[in-house]
């Protein structure tokens, strides 16, 4: 990793022709103590040598886009990422060899890319989330607390919706709020969430978290999670209108985790919420 100049954090945004790329692209661009240092795109995109700011709708910012992650990890201080699970693996990877703070917006990881994560968490600060806005984070906030404070008389239910396109489900917010119910019962969430139901189910279990999934339009993500007694419901919402918050907050991430010990955080952490 190359010097830091003046307190400056060097950013590699990757997946960068993606929608959430070019909105990285341009938070970086916008926040103070934060500069692009490289864009990354797979092999072979029609992108390659493109400016990066151009791309992201901006004034040239003299980043020619690459696909060579190694050799821009090398000069950076962080890299944002946001896009799938097999190339997150190899970034976190990569990540950990150059020594500089890796955090990952993706989500629909299996169990051993989670793995793969942890151990490079073992060497850099890694910052994960399946979501990375403050309103998301303080609503799981008060999920727990709800869940906690109204017990198993109240159904949980999480009810999410998004984009045509978007390809995994639940979604990671989705999972997010899911586990902090079950954090407010003390209970594992795999061994309580209910992600499908179809047929004769049979009565509803007492103390399952459910989860219901809609897909459609341009929907940039629709989260609630309802909590359904005798005669009331309690619901905590949120309703994503831009995908920029998810920007913003995974750039105050990564100027959160520069120069941090090795570990691997979440935005509550990055938030205080957990203090």
């Not at 997946?15 to 661009?29: F, K």
């Not at 404070?149 to 990671?172: C, N, Q, T, Y």
């Not at 629709?222 to 907050?249: C, K, Q």
């Amino acid at each position: 990793m190359g010097e830091d100049t003046m307190g400056t954090m060097r950013l590699v945004v990757v997946g960068a022709a993606g929608r959430m790329g070019r909105v990285l692209i341009r938070a970086v661009s916008e926040m103070p103590g934060a500069e692009l240092s490289a864009a990354v795109e797979r092999a072979g995109a029609p992108e390659i040598g493109d400016d990066a700011g151009t791309l992201a709708g901006l004034a040239p910012l003299g980043v020619a886009v690459t696909d060579d992650p190694a050799a821009a990890f090398a000069e950076a201080d962080g890299v944002l990422d946001f896009t799938l699970p097999a190339a997150t693996v190899a970034f976190a990877e990569l990540a950990a060899e150059a020594g500089i703070a890796h955090v990952i917006g993706t989500t629909g990881l299996a169990s051993s890319g989670d793995a793969a994560i942890e151990k490079a968490a073992e060497t850099i600060a890694i910052v994960k989330s399946g979501n990375m806005s403050l309103g998301v984070n303080l609503v799981a906030g008060l999920v727990e607390k709800a869940a906690r404070a109204l017990g198993e008389d109240f159904d949980i239910e999480v009810l999410e919706m998004h984009h045509r396109r978007k390809i995994d489900a639940p979604s990671g917010t989705a999972l997010l709020l899911g586990k902090a119910a079950a954090a407010g019962r003390n209970v594992p969430l795999d061994e309580r969430a209910v992600y499908a139901r179809e047929g004769e189910t049979g009565a509803r279990e007492t103390g399952a978290i459910g989860f219901a999934t809609l897909r459609g339009g341009t929907v940039i993500g629709e989260h609630n999670v309802i909590f359904a007694g005798e005669g009331e419901r309690v619901v905590l919402s949120h309703i994503a209108e831009d995908r920029t918050i998810f920007a913003r907050g995974a750039v105050k991430a990564a100027l959160w985790a520069h120069g941090r010990g090795p570990g691997l955080y979440s935005m509550a952490d990055v938030l205080g919420l957990n203090d």
